[in-house]
């Protein structure tokens, strides 16, 4: 079965200091990738998504990903995280066959 | 506005009471999917639904029911709910099943 993993469950950082959050999937075939973000009481918010061409892809709020095909990797990016960007992050996989898996996701928490 | 609504936003409910929370999609959307979401686990897709009368389980689809009678409608049922199905729970909408998926403001359920 089609599997997702995030392995950092927390994370903490200081504004302005620069993030990446791992997301590995366990699939060989073509895959659509998606991170997600679920800010505190609020639903889950696409913050980009990749499904074929450049393997970085550049979406909402200054964040990044990219996609290394060899390593079934797709790790999300910031250079300066804000205080706005505390939230809870989820890399979510598309195998084709019409299910999303979701990672367990990481949470994230800025201090000012 | 293109929105996922859910209805309610909070239940309180007691073992074996049968309950129905709502989805609607006011996008035309030809895939509507529940998923649960719980703490460390990440979100788990329960069913989906490719198309009106199409539907198909997803990961965790034991005690859950879902029908698919009109495109914008996607209500899932809990027959006999119990504790474990103490969760917040999501809908989802998106043109295909490997698109993006537009997310519901969620339903928190307790059963007692």
């Known amino acids: 079965a089609q599997s997702v993993s995030q392995h950092n469950h927390h994370v903490i950082l200081s504004e302005a200091a620069s993030l990446e959050l791992g997301c590995n999937y366990s699939y060989g075939g073509t895959v659509n990738l998606f991170w997600y973000v679920q800010y505190p009481g609020q639903h889950l918010q696409l913050l980009l998504k990749?499904?074929?061409?450049?393997?970085l892809v550049k979406g909402i709020k200054g964040f990044e990903a990219e996609f290394i095909k060899s390593k079934f990797s797709f790790n999300l990016r910031k250079p300066s995280v804000q205080w706005s960007d505390t939230a809870e992050y989820f890399c979510a996989v598309n195998t084709g066959f019409q299910k999303l898996v979701f990672g367990t996701g990481t949470r994230l928490l800025v201090s000012p | 506005e293109a929105q996922v609504t859910q209805n309610p936003r909070y239940l309180i409910t007691v073992t074996g009471k049968k309950l129905t929370v709502t989805c609607s999609q006011n996008m035309n959307h030809e895939y509507m999917s529940w998923y649960r979401q719980d703490p460390g686990l990440g979100l788990r897709q329960i069913y989906y639904s490719m198309n009106v009368e199409v539907t198909d389980k997803g990961d965790v689809p034991e005690g859950y029911k879902v029908s698919r009678k009109e495109k914008r409608n996607f209500p899932l049922i809990l027959e006999s709910p119990s504790p474990n199905q103490t969760s917040l729970y999501f809908c989802?909408?998106?043109?295909?099943?490997?698109?993006?998926?537009?997310f519901g403001p969620g339903t928190r359920l307790t059963v007692l």
């Open positions: 989802a909408s998106s043109l295909s099943g490997d698109n993006e998926q537009f």
């Open positions: 990749y499904f074929s061409g450049d393997p």
